[in-house]
T-cell receptor, first 113, second 113 residues
């Protein structure tokens, strides 16, 4: 089975721009979660989608949004980018049968200049 | 709420040394416990997991035993290699928190030849 894939792997943007990141979960997994990883804050949960509905949300401003499509692929969008949004964005998927275990993709490294 | 505490790094060892990275947790329910590893420039990989007390997770020579009486899940390896250099994260997920991962701060492991 193919693992979680994320595109693009690297991205450079300037302040004020917006960005869209994509995540394809493991086949059959219906839950997709997004995390932000920075050296200062560590791993922080952004949100989780299950069957096209946001199921959980972390403590991030409304500039961070996401969606999930009927094939379980997910996108996250960050509008009005700030320097502090520079981070590694990780996507994880899990199955209904083994909800406790999340499998991560390689991440998208975003640099905001 | 639930929390995970792991030993601070960096941990520096010589090749073939014995490794222990301590991890303790607090949880109201019966969590599943995980070790994830992040190699330089990469995403998170699930290293091993245990879902109930006294379970031992193992993978790639690493082991960890779910100790409910001491609320611990220490990671061990008998003989480390340079290629084991990475950051190791201890985490838990719990039905009470909808299986959201609660993370330790991560421990950077440096293996010198």
């Amino acid at each position: 089975k193919a693992g979680v894939t994320q595109t693009p792997r690297y991205l450079i943007k300037t302040r004020g721009q917006q960005v869209t990141l994509s995540c394809s979960p493991i086949s059959g997994h219906r839950s997709v979660s997004w995390y932000q990883q920075t050296p200062g804050q560590g791993l922080q949960f952004l949100f989780e989608y299950f069957s096209e509905t946001q199921r959980n949300k972390g403590n991030f401003p409304g500039r961070f949004s996401g969606r999930q499509f009927s094939n379980s692929r997910s996108e996250m969008n960050v509008s009005t980018l700030e320097l502090g949004d520079s981070a590694l964005y990780l996507c994880a998927s899990r199955s209904v049968a083994y909800q406790e275990t999340q499998y991560f993709g390689p991440g998208t490294r975003l640099l905001v200049l | 709420g639930d929390s995970v505490t792991q030993m601070e790094g960096p941990v520096t060892l010589s090749e073939e040394a014995f490794l222990t990275i301590n991890c303790t947790y607090t949880a109201t329910g019966y969590p599943s416990l995980f070790w994830y590893v992040q190699y330089p420039g990469e995403g998170l990989q699930l290293l091993l997991k245990a879902t109930k007390a006294d379970d031992k997770g193992s993978n790639k020579g690493f082991e960890a035993t779910y100790r409910k009486e001491t609320t611990s899940f220490h990671l061990e390896k008998g003989s480390v290699q340079v290629s084991d250099s990475a950051v190791y994260f201890c985490a838990l997920s719990d039905m009470d928190s909808n299986y959201q991962l609660i993370w330790g701060a991560g421990t950077k492991l440096i293996i010198k030849p």
